[in-house]
């Protein structure tokens, strides 16, 4: 079954692709800040055990989007510099971060951004990552720590749980007005979602990887799960007669089985790895 989140997050598009999917995320930034949920509290308690994150540490934050992160850790104490390519998102953000005079929202394209005179103790990419060219993110986040600084990414994942009726008939409405869903795909535990730190190692400027990862649930009504499906990519990128007629299917599989109520349960994963001396 097509995980939405996944087809819309966790894919690794072309160039051109990624140029144009990336650039949808800010034709409704008000909707994106409202639907797209948050990360754990834990998680930000980990990032300040393993990277610091706490009072006076300096981040430069990758694609902030709306300040989901930017927010958590200016509360802590941090020092941002946070890089967003999409003037909405941006605008959003400094309205969430008006009472964070220590973090600064800038509008800018991260690979062609000019990095600041002094080195940061944290990169983070909370779900932007993958958005960002391959050829160029890891050797100028590396360039942009001080030594000993730390590279961490967040990614989240549509897992095994929550309304699995659901999630396995919608699969039926995406191949069916999406031509290019692949055929017979199933949610997966956590467990088989693989721990990739094959580009950090291979760059040989990192110690190995440490990882966190984090389950959870999200409740939906039918309106509110087809708004969150319209902040992914994906979805927005369909043809918008194929984009209704999905819509309506999944929202009477929510209304006719389900009592117009869904739960989906994400698994939140933190990639953290420090700079090699």
Known sequence: MTDPSRVADQTHPSDQDRE?????????????????PGYPPRMYDDLADLAGSGPGCRVLEVGAGTGK?????????????????????????????????????????????????????????????????PEIRVAKAVAALRPGGSIATVSTHHIKGGTEAFFAA??????????????????????????????????????????????????????????LLSTYSGHRDLDPAARAGL??????????????RITKRYMTELRLARLAH
């Open 170 to 227: 919608s699969q039926r409405c995406y191949e069916h007005f999406d031509p290019t869903t692949p055929p017979g795909i199933t949610l997966q535990p956590a467990s088989h979602v693989p721990k990739d730190e094959a580009e950090l190692t291979a760059s040989g400027r990192f110690e190995p990887a440490v990882f966190r990862r984090y389950e959870w649930d999200a409740t939906y009504t039918t309106r509110q799960y087809l708004d």
């Open 69 to 133: 992160a930017t927010v958590q850790l200016a509360a802590r104490g941090c020092r941002i510099v946070a890089v967003e390519l999409g003037h909405a998102m941006a605008t959003v953000a400094r309205r969430r971060l008006a009472d964070h005079p220590g973090a600064e929202v800038v509008v800018a394209e991260f690979e062609t951004w000019p990095l600041p005179p002094h080195p940061f103790d944290l990169v983070l990419a909370a779900t932007s990552w993958h958005w960002i060219a």
């Open 20 to 36: 144009r999917l990336r650039r949808t995320f800010t034709e409704d930034a008000e909707l994106y800040d409202r639907m797209r």
């Open 247 to 260: 819509y309506d299917s999944l929202a009477g599989l929510v209304d006719g089985r389900h009592g117009g």
